[in-house]
């Protein structure tokens, strides 16, 4: 199964409303079925999703998903992305937002070098909304993670008895900056040493009328 993955603030576009905040999550497992998964960093088996067990969140795990400028290097791979359509099956009477994104990976950026992690995601029929942007600047090399979130009031949810796929956006970028790249490799990853990094989605539900 294909994915991967990212947030953004949209208008909803409902002639139903959802009517109650905060509701607890369905007691029903969730599925999510994969659509399409499309870009550099998700090439076809790279990558997985999963939903926990209490329904509140889901995650996109990437095996070979890394943006990487200097020695090694190809004319394309400064710069990786990944879009992900997921079908997410809801019990009848609820729909869903995402209220938070957790991005992890690891990144070796030299002295001068620069990385960047962006994210955003839209259900279909929303036009595409602007990236949320993490830069990192080097000399850096550890682990990172971002959080996106969104206020209470801001969450775009699924309007309620329609099908529309939720549309995840994601993208790495690696700058050699001030470095020098026929000497030195800067590279920024969603994929951690152990062959895989998870990226988590967290649930927002409502009940639907």
């Not at 997985?48 to 990437?62: L, M």
């Amino acid at each position: 199964m294909l994915s991967a993955v990212v947030a953004a603030v949209m208008a909803l576009s409902s002639v139903v409303t959802p009517h109650s905040w905060n509701t607890p999550p369905p007691p029903d497992k969730i599925v999510i079925d994969v659509v399409n998964a499309n870009g550099t960093g998700c090439p076809a088996g790279t990558s997985a999703v999963a939903v926990s067990e209490d329904n509140t969140a889901f995650t996109v795990t990437y095996s070979t998903y890394t943006a990487l400028v200097g020695v090694g290097a190809g004319p394309l791979d400064a710069r990786k992305n990944c879009q992900i359509g997921l079908r997410v099956h809801v019990p009848q009477g609820f729909t869903y937002g995402i209220a938070q994104a957790d991005y992890r990976g690891f990144a070796h950026l030299e002295r001068g070098a620069t990385g960047l992690e962006r994210a955003n995601y839209y259900f279909q029929g929303n036009s595409p909304t602007a990236y949320v942007q993490h830069p990192l600047t080097g000399p850096f090399e550890d682990d990172w993670h971002f959080t996106d979130s969104t206020e209470v009031g801001a969450i775009v949810f699924k309007p309620c008895g329609e099908e529309r796929n939720l549309n995840i956006n994601t993208e790495l970028r690696a700058a050699a900056g001030t470095s020098d790249p026929k000497k030195t490799t800067s590279f920024v990853t969603m994929d951690s040493t152990d062959g895989s990094i998870t990226t988590v989605y967290h649930f927002a539900w409502l009940s639907c009328p």
